[in-house]
């Protein structure tokens, strides 16, 4: 097997919860799932506000060192990368600090809490010259690979119309604690940037840039449960607290058309999130549809989807088709169809692509211009569900959205 020169890459982490840990799962599966890339992630520091976690990252994640103070990551000499898992509220501080201390960083979604924080990051990043990337983990699932590999070569025709429904029940209880993902302060919008997003973004690496935008939202349960900060988790059912004010939306719907330079130009759709679904646990889905034929994704299913081919003969309708080694990544995890891959292989496939972006052998990654394609959606959806009004889009320079 040809393999890349060595290249041993120092890794910094800036928060080590859930997220946090896959990162660092992640970073370490680089030189088993892809030993010819000759990539050797080393995990330098980590930096948790709280004592327990930062020596969780020491004396169960592997790194060397660990810290209460995110600068310290990136002051340290041997960190070459960054990974930034913090709150919502903290990715425009941590990213800007993280662009000028020059180090590439690979951040969560949404990168900003809305579109001017996510464009302050890109100049920052812009103005550093370092290698960005987001945590849009779900345009790199195999099936999803396929499909735009069919869409680009024409497979389902011209593509005429799509729909997204990204549907989670993680805040359908309405005693679920008012955590900070419920204040405009520290999360920004709810579950537009939260699922709609991925999404949006979802769509746009497939199909192509979305140029006008109209929406509506609503805030199903308009009041949960304080919670003290820092006390608990997200999911944490408080019964007979204090009540207070979710302060942005449970659900969303936009109506949405495709820029002219889309593989998909022309083409138009709907796009719906929840977050308070009663029901679905993480259905996530697309349709889209062609003159020559119409593909179905559901997450929920990750390792498959439905394809149906032409409008004549015995065999119409949809196929249940596995993904298997001629799709995406699949082959780097599992030796067949059937055997399926996981979310966290997901986001080996994101460092992998982040780290071969870093060291210059191939820029296919999400990066803070897709970030900012999304953001930029997201705010038009707010602007519209506020106004009324049909929101037009410019183009963002250096996405990697689907381009004709």
């Known amino acids: ?94 990213g800007i600090a993280a662009a000028k201390a020059g180090k590439a960083f690979w951040i969560e979604k949404p990168v900003g809490r809305g579109v001017e924080e996510t464009r302050a990051i890109e100049d920052a990043a812009n103005d550093a010259g370092v290698v960005s990337s987001i945590g849009f983990n779900y345009r790199h699932a195999p099936a999803i690979e396929k499909a735009k590999q069919m869409i680009a070569d024409g497979t389902l025709g011209r593509i005429t119309n799509i729909r997204g429904t990204f549907f989670a029940d993680y805040s359908s209880e309405p005693n679920g604690a008012l955590s900070w993902r419920f204040t405009r302060a520290l999360a920004g919008s709810g579950v537009l940037g939260d699922l709609m997003g991925h999404l949006v973004d979802l769509m746009q690496y497939i199909v192509g840039p979305i140029s006008d935008v109209s929406a509506l939202t609503s805030t199903i349960h308009t009041q949960r449960p304080i919670q003290q900060m820092g006390k608990g988790t997200h999911f944490d059912v408080i019964e007979g607290g204090e009540m207070g004010d979710v302060e942005n939306e449970d659900y969303a719907a936009l109506l ?42 559901d997450f929920e299913k990750m390792n498959e989807f439905e394809v149906a081919i032409g409008r ?40 992998r692509k982040f780290l071969e972006s870093y060291i210059g052998t191939r820029h296919v990654n999400s990066n803070i211009h897709d970030a900012v394609a999304a953001a930029q959606v997201i ?26």
């Open 1 to 94: 097997m040809t393999a890349f020169p060595r290249t041993e890459i120092g890794v910094g982490l800036i928060s080590v919860g859930w997220m946090g840990k896959v990162h660092s799962r992640a970073y370490s599966a680089v030189p088993v799932v892809y030993p010819e890339l000759g990539i050797i992630p080393k995990l330098i520091i980590a930096a948790d506000t709280e004592p327990s976690r930062a020596e969780y990252a020491k004396d169960v994640l592997g790194y060397a060192e660990s810290t209460l103070d995110y600068r310290e990551v990136l002051a340290h000499p041997d960190v070459d990368v960054v990974s930034i898992c913090a709150p919502n509220f903290l990715h425009a501080e941590i």
């Open 256 to 297: 949405v058309r495709f820029a002219e330079n889309a593989v998909a130009a022309g083409a138009v759709g709907t796009l719906e999130a929840s977050r308070v679904a009663v029901g679905p646990r993480a259905a996530y889905n697309i349709e889209i549809y062609g003159t020559e034929g119409s593909l179905k994704w």
């Open 379 to 404: 705010d038009a959806a707010e602007r519209s569900a506020e106004s009324g009004e049909w929101i037009h889009l410019n183009a963002v320079a250096g996405v990697t959205a689907a381009i004709r």
């Open 312 to 351: 004549s003969g015995d065999l119409l309708g949809y196929q249940r088709v596995m993904a298997g080694p001629n799709f995406g990544d699949f082959a780097h995890f599992q030796p067949g169809a059937g055997t399926g891959m996981g979310f966290d292989d997901l986001k080996v496939v994101e460092v």
